[in-house]
């Protein structure tokens, strides 16, 4: 990790690109207002700037080869939206203030003389030690919610209208799972997550009553990084659509791996897999990508797999018998080796008629679609930044960190390509879940997902995305995978997402249609 006053001179802390991915003139987003936090009591601690806190983060200390142009730090200061005063949630469960939501910025005035918290509260901090995620006391009885991580392995959801008290829920429940050990891969659209990078301000924490030293172990503990698909700022993060599924899969696990690497094709390339084209695509497109992987057929690039999608007999022809299509030279003798017909060939390498699967006029058309993003902007979405890789998202840079990883979609405008950036995440998830072999009751990762309706709504409308996440809540327990989602309307989600979710924290509802 790069340290000292040379590395100072060379770059802002992370704390600064954070600002500067979240300053409102660089995305365009509304003046926030003022956030109104819920405290609790704590002794009295010095404040720790920011910067110094953030220090560790340094983007060259990451267990990924990153290559991020260092913008100048933003003077810009945001606050969570105004969505986060009080609301029925907070009134029962009264949330300890996250770290990140203190501050400068935190709504808290600045007073001259510090708070002294009343006795019987004093007492009341003094006494109670967390054993397990703390997520705060109940407004009704004062008894604290101390709960075991290994609840989160039988999935939690998040619901609640707009000012009902979601993002400091997650905030709190994310660092309390950071606390316990926990990594995390946040799916962020609206940035109300990112503030996790910033800390909070030991001053307005003791002032407020709430556990300083709590928050400094989350601090001292834990390493933030905001990935910015599609930008420079923050931590640029790319899709690498042609990575294969594990190799050591069992058959029932590679088929279902290999029909979302198709499906992920079909979808960026403008077919819907629920209608009747897609439907014949997307097959197409497996035995291209699965035979062709077989056999060492290069189906590893844009312009590689239009080829072959183009002409598919060709190709692999031309791959399987070279010699049949050798250029004669000067000591060439006799006639080049005759072609054998294709049922040979698909009977001696099991291969299929791929051109009975797809007429010509469509092939041409899904290869003219396909080489498309090979340059333009549309190549930015594969090329510019770090590929997706869940090991190195779980692998701290420095020993002992919990990592935090937050994927902020509101640097991708186009709509079709966030649905694809997030069922190509899913996709690297769903892979990477399937290695994994944990001890009992061992959390490898926490996954979550924030506003999540677009990419899960009801049936019949089924976005790229959905199958896929639906799979990883079936099947993430198993896998030491906790899963949480959060959303503003309960009727705009799938019920059978909703359903796999064993703890339920629910905010306010102002409207029937809402439930």
Same mark, same amino acid.
């Given at each position: 990790?790069a340290?000292g006053s040379?590395?100072?001179?060379?770059?802002?802390?992370l704390a600064?690109?954070?600002?500067?991915?979240l300053d409102d003139?660089?995305l365009?987003?509304?003046e926030?207002? +003022?956030?109104v936090?819920?405290?609790?009591?704590?002794?009295?601690?010095?404040?720790?700037?920011?910067?110094e806190?953030?220090?560790?983060?340094?983007l060259?200390a990451?267990?990924?080869?990153?290559d991020?142009?260092a913008p100048?730090?933003?003077?810009?200061e945001e606050e969570?939206?105004a969505s986060?005063e009080?609301?029925p949630l907070?009134e029962?469960?009264?949330?300890?203030?996250?770290?990140?939501?203190?501050g400068?910025?935190s709504?808290?005035q600045?007073v001259?003389?510090?708070?002294?918290?009343?006795?019987?509260e004093?007492?009341r901090?003094?006494?109670?030690?967390p054993k397990g995620m703390?997520l705060?006391?109940r407004?009704? $009885?004062?008894?604290p919610?101390?709960i075991?991580?290994?609840?989160?392995a039988r999935?939690?959801?998040?619901?609640?209208?707009t000012?009902?008290g979601? $993002?400091?829920m997650?905030?709190?429940?994310i660092e309390?799972a950071?606390?316990?050990?926990i990594p995390?891969?946040?799916i962020?659209?609206?940035?109300?997550?990112a503030?996790?990078?910033?800390g909070?301000?030991?001053?307005t924490i003791? /002032?407020?009553?709430e556990?300083?030293?709590?928050?400094?172990?989350?601090?001292?503990?834990t390493?933030?990084?905001i990935?910015?698909p599609?930008?420079?700022?923050?931590?640029?993060?790319?899709?690498?659509?042609?990575?294969?599924p594990?190799a050591?899969?069992?058959p029932?696990e590679?088929?279902?791996?290999w029909?979302m690497?198709?499906?992920g094709?079909t979808?960026?390339?403008g077919?819907?897999v629920?209608k009747?084209q897609?439907?014949?695509?997307?097959?197409?497109?497996?035995?291209?990508?699965?035979q062709?992987?077989?056999?060492?057929?290069?189906?590893?690039?844009?312009?590689?797999?239009s080829r072959v999608?183009?002409e598919?007999?060709?190709?692999?022809?031309?791959?399987?018998?070279?010699e049949?299509?050798a250029?004669?030279d000067?000591?060439f003798?006799?006639?080049? +080796?005759?072609?054998?017909p294709?049922t040979?060939?698909a009977?001696d390498h099991?291969l299929t008629d791929f051109?009975e699967r797809l007429?010509k006029?469509t092939?041409?058309?899904?290869?003219?679609?396909?080489?498309?993003f090979?340059?333009?902007?549309?190549q930015?979405?594969f090329?510019?930044g770090? +590929?997706?890789?869940?090991?190195?998202?779980?692998e701290?840079a420095?020993?002992g960190k919990v990592?935090?990883n937050i994927?902020?979609l509101? $640097?991708i405008?186009d709509e079709?390509?966030?649905?694809y950036?997030?069922?190509?995440?899913?996709?690297?998830?769903?892979d990477?879940?399937l290695?994994?072999?944990? /001890?009992?009751?061992?959390l490898k990762l926490l996954?979550?997902?924030?506003?999540?309706a677009?990419?899960?709504p +009801?049936?019949?409308?089924n976005?790229p995305?959905?199958?896929?996440?639906?799979l990883?809540?079936k099947?993430?327990?198993?896998y030491?995978? /906790?899963c949480?989602?959060a959303?503003q309307n309960?009727?705009?989600?799938d019920y059978?997402i909703?359903a796999?979710?064993n $703890?339920?924290?629910?905010g306010?509802?102002?409207?029937?249609?809402d439930v």
């Amino acid at each position: 990790m790069a340290s000292g006053s040379e590395h100072d001179d060379e770059a802002p802390s992370l704390a600064s690109r954070v600002l500067d991915v979240l300053d409102d003139d660089l995305l365009n987003l509304p003046e926030p207002l +003022p956030e109104v936090p819920v405290v609790q009591d704590v002794p009295e601690e010095e404040p720790v700037p920011v910067e110094e806190a953030l220090d560790s983060l340094d983007l060259e200390a990451l267990p990924v080869p990153v290559d991020v142009e260092a913008p100048s730090p933003a003077a810009a200061e945001e606050e969570d939206e105004a969505s986060e005063e009080g609301g029925p949630l907070e009134e029962a469960l009264a949330p300890p203030l996250p770290a990140s939501e203190v501050g400068e910025d935190s709504g808290v005035q600045p007073v001259d003389e510090p708070v002294a918290p009343a006795p019987s509260e004093t007492r009341r901090a003094r006494k109670f030690k967390p054993k397990g995620m703390y997520l705060g006391r109940r407004r009704d $009885t004062d008894e604290p919610v101390d709960i075991k991580p290994t609840v989160l392995a039988r999935h939690a959801a998040m619901l609640g209208s707009t000012g009902s008290g979601k $993002t400091v829920m997650a905030k709190a429940l994310i660092e309390e799972a950071a606390l316990a050990g926990i990594p995390a891969l946040i799916i962020d659209p609206q940035g109300d997550l990112a503030r996790l990078a910033l800390g909070g301000d030991a001053s307005t924490i003791e /002032a407020k009553g709430e556990d300083a030293a709590r928050m400094r172990k989350l601090m001292d503990s834990t390493e933030v990084r905001i990935w910015t698909p599609l930008r420079s700022k923050g931590l640029p993060l790319c899709i690498d659509p042609f990575h294969a599924p594990p190799a050591d899969l069992d058959p029932e696990e590679a088929i279902t791996a290999w029909d979302m690497v198709a499906a992920g094709f079909t979808s960026l390339a403008g077919y819907d897999v629920e209608k009747a084209q897609g439907k014949t695509i997307k097959p197409y497109l497996y035995e291209v990508l699965v035979q062709g992987t077989r056999v060492g057929l290069d189906v590893a690039d844009f312009q590689s797999l239009s080829r072959v999608v183009r002409e598919p007999h060709d190709a692999f022809l031309r791959h399987l018998y070279p010699e049949c299509f050798a250029e004669p030279d000067e000591e060439f003798e006799g006639e080049a +080796p005759q072609l054998p017909p294709w049922t040979v060939v698909a009977g001696d390498h099991g291969l299929t008629d791929f051109e009975e699967r797809l007429p010509k006029a469509t092939r041409y058309e899904l290869a003219r679609r396909l080489s498309a993003f090979s340059s333009g902007v549309n190549q930015l979405l594969f090329s510019n930044g770090v +590929p997706i890789n869940i090991d190195a998202f779980t692998e701290p840079a420095v020993p002992g960190k919990v990592p935090l990883n937050i994927v902020y979609l509101n $640097t991708i405008q186009d709509e079709n390509q966030k649905q694809y950036f997030v069922q190509e995440l899913s996709r690297e998830l769903y892979d990477w879940m399937l290695t994994q072999q944990p /001890a009992e009751g061992e959390l490898k990762l926490l996954f979550f997902m924030d506003e999540v309706a677009p990419y899960l709504p +009801p049936h019949p409308r089924n976005p790229p995305a959905k199958d896929l996440i639906k799979l990883i809540f079936k099947q993430a327990r198993k896998y030491g995978v /906790a899963c949480v989602l959060a959303t503003q309307n309960v009727s705009d989600v799938d019920y059978k997402i909703l359903a796999q979710a064993n $703890t339920t924290f629910v905010g306010r509802f102002t409207q029937p249609q809402d439930v």
